[in-house]
C-alpha cells in the first residue's frame, strides 16, 4: 500500500511537472517523508543519495555554468534512495531516468527550442519500472550500519 502511493504521488508530481516545470513543496515533501517508512535505514540511504547527486549537481554546474537540476529533483532523489538503498537497482534506475530524459531533451528542443526539461517524469519511469522489474531485490538490498 506505501508504494503504491508513493507511486501515484510520483506520477502525480511528473504530470504536474509536464505541465508547469515545476512541483509544489508539499507534494514532493509529502512523497519524500512517505519513502522514509519502507525500510528501517530509509532516512539514511535518502541522506546518502541525496548528497551524491548534490555533489553531482555542483560539479556540472561548474562544468557547464548553468542550472543542471531543480530543487524538487532531490526530493524525489530521496524517494529513489529509500526505496533502493545504495545498490545497482539505484544505478540502474538513474541509467533508465537519463535514457527518457536525454529522448525528451531533444523532443523539447527540436519542438520548442526549449533547454530546460522536467526531469521528474524520467525520474519517475526509472524508479517505477525499475522496481516492478525487480521488486524483491529492491526491498532487501540496503546499507546496514
Request: proline share 3%; charged share 10%; glycine share 6%.
Amino acid at each position: 500500500m506505501l508504494i503504491s502511493t508513493l507511486f501515484i504521488l510520483l506520477i502525480i508530481s511528473s504530470l504536474y511537472d509536464l505541465k508547469y516545470k515545476e512541483i509544489p513543496t508539499i507534494l514532493l515533501l509529502l512523497t519524500l517523508v512517505l519513502s522514509f517508512f519502507i525500510t528501517s535505514t530509509a532516512i539514511l540511504n535518502a541522506a546518502i543519495f541525496i548528497g551524491l547527486m548534490f555533489i553531482f549537481k555542483m560539479l556540472m554546474e561548474f562544468i557547464t555554468k548553468r542550472e543542471v537540476l531543480g530543487e524538487g529533483d532531490f526530493f524525489i532523489f530521496g524517494v529513489m534512495g529509500a526505496l533502493f538503498g545504495i545498490s545497482s537497482n539505484l544505478l540502474l534506475s538513474c541509467l533508465v531516468a537519463s535514457v527518457i530524459a536525454s529522448i525528451m531533451g531533444f523532443y523539447y528542443y527540436f519542438k520548442n527550442k526549449d533547454s530546460e526539461i522536467p526531469f521528474l517524469p524520467a525520474l519517475t519511469f526509472g524508479t517505477i519500472s525499475v522496481y516492478l522489474i525487480n521488486p524483491i531485490s529492491t526491498t532487501f538490498i540496503n546499507i546496514s550500519f
